[in-house]
Nanobody, 125 residues
Framework: EVQLVESGGGLVQAGGSLRLSCKTSNVDFEHYGIGWFRQAPGKEREAVSC???????YYADSVKGRFTISSDNAAKTVYLQMNSLKPEDTAVYYC???????????????????WGQGTQVTVSS
């Protein structure tokens, strides 16, 4: 059974940083991509970043240059380093896993089968 557990969320001031972790179980990084999504109150879930099974990385325009996704295969964990945080980054952040994810598909939440429970990120102004 695939399991994903997010951690690292919290309250931070604008301009600050947080690092989110997605600890995975039963996920083969050679065959699965891992994505980060977020959902703010009253809004649709939106894509943030993804690392594919080939190691390619993708970012939403809103976070390019501020967020960095990385993976530790030995630890079966994917990280999202978030710098220069803005109040509009406030949301519940979810990680997701899916095979056969690429540049044309990672952006769509409905393409991902496995989800974590989420971690809250709050950025104060």
């Amino acid at each position: 059974e695939v399991q994903l557990v997010e951690s690292g969320g919290g309250l931070v001031q604008a301009g600050g940083s947080l690092r989110l972790s997605c600890k995975t179980s039963n996920v083969d990084f050679e065959h699965y991509g891992i994505g980060w999504f977020r959902q703010a109150p009253g809004k649709e879930r939106e894509a943030v970043s993804c690392i594919s099974d080939y190691g390619n990385t993708y970012y939403a325009d809103s976070v390019k240059g501020r967020f960095t996704i990385s993976s530790d295969n030995a630890a079966k964990t994917v990280y999202l380093q978030m710098n220069s945080l803005k109040p509009e980054d406030t949301a519940v952040y979810y990680c997701a896993a899916e095979g056969n994810i690429g540049a044309l598909t990672w952006y769509y939440p409905e393409r991902w089968d496995y989800w974590g429970q989420g971690t809250q990120v709050t950025v104060s102004s």
